[in-house]
């Protein structure tokens, strides 16, 4: 249980991570 807690946040952080970086990627096909 604590290893399936532990591959949760990996993926949550590398979730923020993909959304941060499609989110700067579209700002920087805006401008």
Do not use: E, F, I, P
């Amino acid at each position: 249980k604590s290893s399936l807690s532990a591959l949760q946040k990996v993926v949550d952080a590398a979730h923020r991570n993909y959304s941060d970086a499609v989110s700067k990627n579209g700002q920087m096909w805006q401008t």
